[in-house]
Nanobody, 120 residues
Framework: VQLQASGGGLVQAGGSLRLSCAAS????????MGWFRQAPGKEREFVAG???????FYADSVKGRFTISRDNAKNTVYLQMNSLKPEDTAVYFC???????????????WGQGTQVTVSS
């Protein structure tokens, strides 16, 4: 599976962005999908995940603000980000795995990342 993330940009605090991750191949529906982010000097951290059965999971830091969804017909997973904060600034990556986990190590495939910058 090849993944292509897009939708990042510069936004003011309190604003919104929607990230998209388009997958190639016919097996997209068989994978659980995750969004991670990595800020400069920090480790890559789990943001949100969605199972093959469309069950979402979120990091505590984004609960109530971010929404993950998937469209298997379009081979795409989305991350709607609302009420953005400066601490959300990072490069955001999408990834595919057999099961949703917070650890990046279980994800087999990664997109190239898209920069999200939130100004105060």
């Amino acid at each position: 599976v090849q993944l292509q993330a897009s939708g990042g940009g510069l936004v003011q605090a309190g604003g919104s962005l929607r990230l998209s991750c388009a997958a190639s191949g016919r097996t997209f529906s068989l994978y659980s999908m995750g969004w991670f982010r990595q800020a400069p000097g920090k480790e890559r951290e789990f943001v949100a995940g969605v199972t093959r059965n469309d069950s979402p999971f979120y990091a505590d830091s984004v609960k109530g603000r971010f929404t993950i969804s998937r469209d298997n017909a379009k081979n795409t997973v989305y991350l709607q980000m609302n009420s953005l904060k400066p601490e959300d600034t990072a490069v955001y990556f999408c990834a595919a795995a057999d099961i949703v986990r917070m650890s990046p190590s279980v994800y087999h495939f990664w997109g190239q990342g898209t920069q999200v910058t939130v100004s105060s």
